[in-house]
């Protein structure tokens, strides 16, 4: 199995940034791609990014694209999300997910973490 662990949510105001961290382990998590959702109240859980644990391939949603960025940090064993230029419409829980794709549907993921709070203050 695959564990993950989120981190670094918090209350910032619109213009801010904030980085999540999302701690992997497992046997088989160099199979995994490991991606980024976000679930506002009353809303679905949509897909932010995704990397590839093997080679670091990215893929993002495009209302996120060119303020959040997805990496691996290789020293602590974590993806991280760096979030720039915040937005009030990015206030959600965000969840870091492992799938065997590069896939956009919550559906289409094996295991998850328990979630960070991102609030964004207008």
């Known amino acids: 199995q695959v564990q993950l662990v989120e981190s670094g949510g918090g209350l910032v105001q619109t213009g801010g940034s904030l980085r999540l961290s999302c701690a992997a382990s497992g046997r088989t998590v160099s199979n995994y791609f490991i991606a980024w959702f976000r679930q506002a109240p009353g809303k679905e859980r949509k897909f932010v990014a995704t990397?590839?644990?093997?080679?670091?391939?990215?893929f993002y949603e495009s209302a996120v694209k060119g303020r959040f960025t997805i990496s691996r940090d290789n020293v602590n064993d974590t993806v991280l999300l760096q979030m720039d230029s915040l937005k009030p419409e990015d206030t959600a829980v965000y969840f870091c997910?492992?799938?065997?794709?590069?896939?956009?549907?919550?559906?289409?993921?094996?295991?998850w973490g328990q979630g960070t709070q991102v609030t964004v203050s207008s």
């Open positions: 990397i590839s644990w093997r080679d670091s391939g990215t």
């Open positions: 997910a492992a799938g065997r794709g590069i896939y956009t549907s919550s559906y289409d993921y094996d295991y």
